[in-house]
């Protein structure tokens, strides 16, 4: 079996040292080394993690096969605290929609079902050394692409259905600028260090989309605390202003503010 055709669920299948062996073998294909395959829980069930090292980057396995993608907003059950938390922005005049489902429906990317193949991420994120029209052929130089905005969204969900990657919930005590020690500064359950600051804007193939945070926008904007931590939702995407200001004029300048989650293969 190639890596490509790796699904989600014969991943689980394999016990650590078939893992082993079939991630070896990945990463000679690659011309890179295994550096570890280690077991965490996930969903209520063992999942492995293995991280591929080429060229002094590492890249972490994602499986793939037919996955479901995106969040509805209407089969969600917000908690009392975070749509009161919502009505506070709103006061304050921030906020798109009357209540927090129209908001959510605005900025994440809707419910459906994609086929995907397995790919090797980067397990970090890397800022941009030029425009982001630039970035493509630069990767490509390297043996690597952007990911697409599926493959990104999967990566950094790993399945989970939920609002964020570690759950519905999030702090709202404080912003995840304020909460260094918060649920998303640990690892991703694939071993990506992914949706971790809101001050990050990741790039893929999708230019209407931006990835990860917004630049640091609602930390800088003082809208509330619960979209303060939206930017870090697996299904965001941002404003469309905000995806149209990175891909302008404007952006073009300053590109060194973005970054992108380079793919192997």
């Given at each position: 079996?190639?890596?490509?055709?790796?699904?989600?669920?014969?991943?689980?299948?394999?016990?650590?040292?078939?893992?082993?062996?079939?991630?070896?073998?990945?990463?000679?294909?690659?011309?890179?080394?295994?550096?570890?395959?280690?077991?965490?829980?996930?969903?209520?069930?063992?999942?492995?993690?293995?991280?591929?090292?080429r060229g002094g980057q590492e890249f972490a396995l994602v499986p793939g096969g037919t996955v479901t993608l995106?969040?509805?907003p209407e089969r969600w059950r917000p908690a009392p605290e975070q749509e009161a938390d919502y009505r506070e922005s709103l006061e304050q005049g921030f906020g798109h929609g009357p209540d927090l489902r129209s908001h959510l429906a605005l900025l994440l990317s809707p419910r459906r079902t994609v086929t995907l193949g397995a790919v090797l991420m980067a397990v970090e994120d890397e800022r941009l050394t030029e425009p982001p029209a630039a970035v493509p052929a630069l990767l490509a130089a390297r043996g690597?692409?952007?990911?697409?905005?599926?493959?990104?969204?999967?990566?950094c969900g790993a399945g989970a259905d939920t609002l964020f990657r570690w759950g519905d919930e999030c702090?709202?005590?404080?912003?995840?600028?304020?909460?260094?020690?918060?649920?998303?500064?640990?690892?991703?359950?694939?071993?990506?260090?992914?949706?971790?600051?809101?001050?990050?804007?990741?790039?893929?193939?999708?230019?209407?989309a931006v990835h990860?945070?917004?630049?640091?926008?609602?930390?800088?904007?003082?809208?509330?605390?619960?979209?303060?931590?939206?930017?870090?939702?697996?299904a965001h995407r941002g404003h469309p202003e905000y995806a149209a200001f990175v891909y302008g004029e404007e952006g073009e300048d300053l590109y060194g503010e973005f970054s992108v989650r380079p793919v192997l293969g």
């Open positions: 079996m190639s890596l490509a055709d790796l699904t989600f669920d014969q991943w689980r299948s394999f016990d650590l040292p078939a893992a082993r062996r079939f991630a070896r073998r990945v990463a000679e294909s690659t011309g890179g080394r295994l550096v570890a395959v280690e077991t965490v829980e996930h969903l209520g069930a063992p999942l492995h993690r293995a991280r591929v090292e995106g969040f509805d690597l692409r952007m990911p697409g905005p599926d493959e990104w969204e999967h990566a702090p709202l005590d404080r912003i995840p600028y304020d909460h260094p020690a918060g649920p998303q500064r640990e690892l991703n359950a694939l071993g990506l260090r992914i949706a971790y600051d809101t001050y990050r804007s990741e790039l893929s193939g999708d230019r209407t990860g945070g917004d630049g640091g926008e609602s930390a800088c904007g003082g809208y509330g605390a619960l979209l303060g931590w939206l930017p870090l939702a697996t």
